[in-house]
């Protein structure tokens, strides 16, 4: 199976950060990647598709980078709102494998 | 807007076999524009992707739980169904539904429901 590796597991950020995670897969997976966001006891929510298109409704200031083994997602000015665990997952090797997480916190 | 709801047993027994259903509304589930699938997330940790199929019934299973999982269609109910079989304490896990709009965009997602795993 193709293994998803996210870094950090957390950070701590500030309103108004640019914040940048990273999810690296163990063998190349073109632009197959999807980034979610997930607030606690709600379901994941769809920002970002093949890697770098942005789902409808979903603010510009999150963007998504990459190819082949190496992604990034980033967030240009942290909201309040952005206060969450995200996800990144592979749609291109059985099974359909999802990246730890990072939790992105308050600082 | 399609959305998606879950239905099923929130307690179920070692090795007896679950069961749950995910209603859809908002459009017809024989949609070719749309894949279904189930996803889930045992408390506190990461996502797990437990299969799919399309409209037509074409199925895909995470080849780790292959031999446990049915997933099926019922278009005169707009439902699709999960069924996994021989639970044991490591099935309990919220449980969610899901519209992919083609292929790697899982857009709707139902709310979850929990499924505990428990004598």
């Known amino acids: 199976a193709i293994q998803l590796t996210q870094s950090p597991s957390s950070l701590s950020a500030s309103v108004g950060d640019r914040v940048t995670i990273t999810c690296r897969a163990s063998?190349?997976?073109?632009?197959?990647l999807t980034w979610y966001q997930q607030k606690p006891g709600k379901a994941p929510r769809l920002l970002i598709y093949?890697?770098?298109i942005l789902e409808s409704g979903v603010p510009s200031r999150f963007s998504g980078t990459g190819s082949g083994t190496d992604f990034t997602l980033t967030i240009s000015s942290l909201q309040p709102e952005d206060f969450a665990t995200y996800f990144c997952q592979q749609f291109i090797g059985s099974p359909f494998t999802f990246g730890g997480g990072t939790k992105v916190e308050i600082k | 807007q399609v959305q998606l709801q879950e239905s099923g047993p929130g307690l179920v027994k070692p090795s007896e076999t679950v069961s749950l259903t995910c209603t859809v509304s908002g459009d017809s589930i024989t949609n070719n524009n749309y894949i279904w699938a189930w996803v889930r997330q045992p408390p506190g940790k990461g996502l797990e992707w437990i299969g799919t199929i399309s409209s037509r019934g074409t199925t895909y299973y995470n080849p780790s739980l292959k031999s446990r999982v049915t997933i099926s269609v019922d278009t005169s109910k707009n439902q699709f169904s999960l069924r996994l079989s021989s639970v044991t304490a490591a099935d309990t896990a919220v449980h969610y539904c899901?519209?992919?709009f083609g292929a790697g965009r899982p857009r709707f997602w139902g709310q979850g429901t929990l499924v505990t795993v428990s004598p």
């Open positions: 093949d890697a770098s």
């Open positions: 899901v519209g992919l």
């Open positions: 063998q190349g997976i073109a632009t197959a």
